[in-house]
C-alpha cells in the first residue's frame, strides 16, 4: 500500500516471497523522489541462499528498466533485518547548472518515475524466503 503525508514522502510496504534463483519486487511509483530507504525482513528462511544481492532499478516507463546504485549483499536467515539507502547527488549545491550525462542502456544516474528490486542468489538458493519489504521515499 502506498501513502504519501504532507512531510513530502512516500511509504511503501509489501511481502514477497522468494523460492527461487531471482525475483523482482513489485513496483513503486516513485516520481520526484531523491532517495530511498529500503528495509527487508525475513520471515522463517528454508534452505540456504549463497551469493544473495539485491539491485535497485528504474524506469521512466514501468518497462525499461536501468540500475541505480550498487547492489547490496543481504543477510537471507531467519529474522534478519537488512536496512540500506540510495540517494542522488546534489552537485554545485545552491549553485543553478545544467548538466548532460553520458547516455547509458544500463545504468540510471537518477531516479525515474518507477523503483523496484530485483533479488537473485547466483551461488544457489533455499526453498522459501518470505520478506517483507518496506521503503521510506523522500
Known amino acids: 500500500m502506498i501513502q504519501g503525508n504532507p512531510i513530502s ?4 510496504s509489501y511481502n514477497l516471497a522468494i523460492a527461487g534463483v531471482t525475483i523482482d519486487t513489485q513496483i513503486t511509483s516513485c516520481s520526484g523522489i531523491r532517495e530511498c530507504h529500503a528495509q527487508w525482513v525475513f520471515g522463517t528462511v528454508v534452505g540456504s541462499y549463497t551469493t544473495p544481492t539485491i539491485q535497485a532499478k528504474t524506469s521512466l516507463d514501468s518497462t525499461n528498466w536501468l540500475t ?3 547492489a547490496i549483499t543481504p543477510t537471507v536467515s531467519t529474522g534478519t533485518l537488512n536496512l540500506w539507502s540510495i540517494w542522488q547527488e546534489v552537485a554545485n549545491a545552491g549553485t543553478p ?5 553520458a547516455a ?3 545504468v540510471a544516474l537518477g531516479f525515474g518515475a518507477f523503483l523496484k528490486f530485483t533479488f537473485a542468489a547466483s551461488g544457489g538458493y533455499g526453498t522459501s524466503a518470505p520478506v517483507v519489504c ?3 521515499l523522500k
Open 9 to 12: 514522502f512516500i511509504s511503501d
Open 97 to 101: 547548472a545544467v548538466v548532460t550525462s
Open 68 to 70: 541505480i546504485g550498487t
Open 134 to 136: 518496506t521503503l521510506i
Open 104 to 106: 547509458s542502456a544500463t
